[in-house]
């Protein structure tokens, strides 16, 4: 399984980018998949996740700017990042959940496969 993010780049705050992550797994519509970022010297935390059955889920922390899709036909999920902030600023991983459902969509143990990530810096 592999897992390619891109999108990421230089946004002035206020701006708006989006994440494009392309995955090589079987029976892509049957998975969750989820978005985390890890920003420089923190953890890396829990962004939002769109279920096989296009549930979509947001931290507190992005609920209202960002917008997670999926494109089955294309073995890809979007996250559309709006208003964006110099705190979102960080690292942006998407992973395969096979394991995830409603009540453990933040935890990283529900996600078995991982991207390399791709850079988003928010900053004027």
């Known amino acids: 399984v592999q897992l390619q993010a891109s999108g990421g780049g230089l946004a002035q705050p206020g701006g708006s980018l989006r994440l494009s992550c392309v995955a090589s797994?079987?029976?892509?519509?049957?998975?969750?998949i989820g978005w985390f970022r890890q920003a420089p010297g923190k953890e890396r935390e829990w962004v939002s996740c769109?279920?096989?059955?296009?549930?979509?889920y947001y931290a507190d922390s992005v609920k209202g700017r960002f917008t997670i899709s999926r494109d089955n036909a294309k073995n890809t999920v979007y996250l559309q990042m709006n208003s964006l902030r110099p705190e979102d600023t960080a690292v942006y991983y998407c992973?395969?959940?096979?394991?995830?459902?409603?009540?453990?969509?933040?935890?990283?143990?529900?996600?078995?496969?991982w991207g390399q990530g791709t850079l988003v810096t928010v900053s004027n």
């Open positions: 992973a395969v959940g096979p394991s995830v459902i409603s009540s453990n969509v933040a935890s990283e143990t529900a996600y078995a496969y």
């Open positions: 769109i279920s096989s059955s296009d549930s979509t």
């Open positions: 797994v079987s029976n892509f519509d049957y998975h969750a």
